[in-house]
Structures are given as structure tokens and as C-alpha cells.
């Protein structure tokens, strides 16, 4: 049972463009549906709505400062990140995972409370971007896994898997 943080960031750690995904990396998101299957992931509303639809056989968390939000159907609305990890650590009877699942926003909020960091690093740096991942402090982080994955004709740049947990 653990908070997880899930990423694609370029090497300028570059994570979306108007409020969409820099590339389309169809691994990289087959791998992030087989992860996320069956668990929680926490988004905002802004990524949320950048989603073709609710991410499905998962309990979507959506964070919103909007009293009024209506969120999509099967969808659960909180009003404060800290209340979703006191929520998940105290009444988390079936033991599923907590998934960070973006945007930069919630990702900068996030990094004080989780427990690992799968990050997709895409080696790349696109020509625009406007929202990034937080700089990621290595003294508090150890890399337990590094994956080398090259481009092909579904992908366009190479991107490399990189596992981190919190140093006790
Ligand atoms: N590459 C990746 O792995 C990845 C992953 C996810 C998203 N993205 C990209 O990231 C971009 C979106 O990121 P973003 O930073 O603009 O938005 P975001 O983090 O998805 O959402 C921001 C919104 O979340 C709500 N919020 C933030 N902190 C909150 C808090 N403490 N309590 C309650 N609500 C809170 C606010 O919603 P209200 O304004 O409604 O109050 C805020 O406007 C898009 O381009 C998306 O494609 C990339």
C-alpha cells in the first residue's frame, strides 16, 4: 500500500501543451492503464478534463478548489489533497494503491507524500511546453529500476522507465 507518483516528462522535465500530453507514447500508456488498474488516481479537474473520458475500472479522485463542480459520473470530488491522504491512509480497507496521476499543479503538491515515482522519461526536448514536473531533490530519492525503451514506428523518441523510492 503505497502513494505513487506517474509521469512522462521530457528531459527539461516538460509534462503538457495546452493542457494536453506533449506525445503519444501508446506503451508508455498501456503500461500506465496496467499500473493504474483496480487502484485510486488522484488528478485535477484541468487534466481530468483533458481526458477523452473517466479513466475506467479505476476510482477516479478529482481535485477541484469549486464547491460547484459537476463532475462526470464515477467520478469522486475533493476539495484538498491532504484530505485524500489522510483518507487513504486511514480507511484504505482493501489496500489498494494511491496514484498521482498529474498535473503539474497536483504533482508539486503531491511530492511531500509519496512513496514512489514512476517516471517515463521521454528523451526529448519539445519546442513547446508550458506546464512541468517539479525538480526532483536526489538526496531524498534512491533509483531502483531504469529501463532503456527505443523509438520504433509507434514511437517517436526513445524513453527510458526510471523507478525511484524515498530514501528512509
Ligand atoms: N505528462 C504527464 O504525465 C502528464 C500527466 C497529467 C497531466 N499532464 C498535463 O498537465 C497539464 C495539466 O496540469 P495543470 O498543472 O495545468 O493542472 P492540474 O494539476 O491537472 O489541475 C489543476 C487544478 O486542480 C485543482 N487543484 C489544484 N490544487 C488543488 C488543491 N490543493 N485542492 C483542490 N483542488 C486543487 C484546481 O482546480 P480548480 O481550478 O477547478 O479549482 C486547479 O486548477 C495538461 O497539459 C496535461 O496534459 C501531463
Request: hydrophobic share 30%; charged share 25%.
Amino acid at each position: 500500500m503505497s502513494v505513487n507518483i506517474i509521469v512522462a516528462y521530457s528531459q527539461s522535465l516538460q509534462i503538457g501543451y495546452q493542457n494536453e500530453l506533449l506525445c503519444k507514447l501508446p506503451n508508455d500508456l498501456k503500461r500506465f492503464k496496467e499500473m493504474t488498474q483496480n487502484n485510486y488516481v488522484v488528478m485535477g479537474r484541468r487534466t481530468l478534463e483533458s481526458l477523452p473520458s473517466v479513466l475506467s475500472n479505476r476510482h477516479n479522485i478529482i481535485l477541484t478548489r469549486n464547491k460547484n463542480y459537476k463532475s462526470p459520473t464515477g467520478t469522486f470530488v475533493y476539495h484538498s489533497l491532504e484530505e485524500v491522504i489522510e483518507k487513504y491512509h486511514n480507511h484504505n480497507a482493501d489496500k489498494q494503491e494511491l496514484w498521482i496521476i498529474g498535473g503539474s499543479e497536483i504533482y508539486n503538491q503531491a511530492m511531500q507524500y509519496a512513496d514512489k515515482l514512476y517516471i517515463t522519461r521521454i528523451e526529448h526536448q519539445f519546442e513547446h511546453a508550458d506546464t512541468y514536473f517539479p525538480k526532483i531533490d536526489l538526496s531524498q530519492w534512491r533509483k531502483i529500476e531504469t529501463v532503456y525503451n527505443w523509438a520504433d514506428k509507434d514511437h517517436e523518441h526513445d524513453y527510458t522507465y526510471l523507478t525511484y523510492e524515498r530514501k528512509n
